[in-house]
């Protein structure tokens, strides 16, 4: 009993750094976007893009770590990362108190936080 607490404790552990390893990606990542948006003035539809494409690289890392750590069912372990990112991000959007009109894509940003973390756990290699 106590080596299953051990192995869920550990599995809390890191997927508690894989989502700190995550953010901290995406925080570089938005920083570079606000450069380049700075620098030539891109508009708001090639920002869009970008933080789409930002929310599938990330999520894809995090898939792609998850699914190297674990043996079986990789694309379920990178399903699970894609969806706690996607928690991280809906939590941390509540308290900064996101606009109204983020709401509509909710279920757009699941899906590609879900769908890039499965595509990264597909892709990933074993231990």
Do not use: D, P
């Amino acid at each position: 009993m106590n080596n299953v607490f051990n192995k869920n404790k550990a599995g809390i552990v890191f997927f508690a750094k894989l989502l700190l390893y995550c953010s901290i990606l995406t925080g570089v990542l938005l920083l570079i976007l606000a450069f380049l948006l700075y620098q030539f003035g891109w508009g708001e539809k090639a920002v869009s893009i970008s933080v789409i494409l930002i929310y599938l690289l990330v999520t894809a890392f995090g898939g792609w770590m998850a699914g190297s750590k674990m043996e079986k069912r990789k694309f379920l372990w990178g399903l699970l990362a894609g969806c706690l990112y996607y928690a991280l991000l809906a939590i941390v959007s509540a308290f900064v108190g996101g606009h109204e009109e983020g709401s509509k894509f909710f279920l757009t940003t699941f899906v590609l936080c879900a769908a890039g973390g499965m595509l990264g756990g597909m892709f990933s290699k074993g231990q």
